[in-house]
């Protein structure tokens, strides 16, 4: 089911990072979610002559890298501490799962439930009393594969996961190739082979 919410009701996590320097918000993947820590990728479109720098002082990140750039649209991994809304912790309370992508524009946020139709009929019935919710569909759910880290060969994983870990991504690098290879025990060439498959397949899977 894909549900359309008036945010600016109660406001959905993702509201407060919006600034009004935000025209569009998405949310393509989450890959670890807590109850006081995110990491995820996102695309943002800033409204004319808004800088992500500007955007970046407003918000408090633990960390933000910036993977692609079209003019005013931007595709970054976010880390940081999450800001729950209302409406996510009203979800919470019924078995459904939240299905990707989350967007959010002009304090409208749409997004898709998961979940057996008694419990979809559910939160329908009991949100619409608080919030101003229109169902834009309802079909069947064909489970997909939706993890964009499962088409990675181990080794792909492997060198992703330590770039990340040892700095390569930030900006300025705290590693270089040729040590970052050096540390795993593999040639300079044979790490930015998997590196370079690795990010090819991700960015794929993210703007295809």
Excluded at 82 to 103: A, H, R, Y
Aim: aromatic share 10%; proline share 3%; with cysteine.
């Amino acid at each position: 089911m894909t549900i359309s919410i008036d945010d600016s009701v109660h406001g959905y996590c993702c509201l407060p990072l919006m600034n009004n320097m935000v025209e569009r918000f998405e949310i393509i993947s989450i890959f670890n979610l807590t109850p006081s820590l995110f990491t995820e990728i996102c695309e943002i479109t800033f409204q004319n002559n808004i800088h992500i720098e500007d955007w970046i002082r407003e918000n408090d990140f633990i960390e933000l890298h910036v993977i692609r750039q079209a003019g005013q649209r931007y595709t970054c991994f976010i880390k940081g501490k999450i800001i729950m809304g209302e409406i996510s912790d009203f979800i919470e309370g019924f078995e459904l799962k939240l299905e990707f992508p989350v967007i959010v524009e002009q304090s409208n946020c749409r997004f898709s439930l998961i979940g057996k139709r008694e419990e979809l009929y559910n939160i329908i019935k009991k949100s619409k009393k608080d919030w101003k919710i229109e169902v834009l569909s309802f079909e069947k759910y064909e489970p997909a594969n939706k993890n964009m880290l499962d088409s990675l060969t181990p080794m792909q994983k492997e060198v992703l996961k330590q770039a990340y870990l040892n700095g390569y991504f930030n900006y300025p690098r705290k590693i270089n190739p040729q040590k970052l290879a050096d540390k795993m025990g593999i040639k300079k060439a044979t790490l930015l082979e998997h590196l370079r498959k690795a990010e090819n397949k991700i960015l794929h899977r993210i703007i295809k």
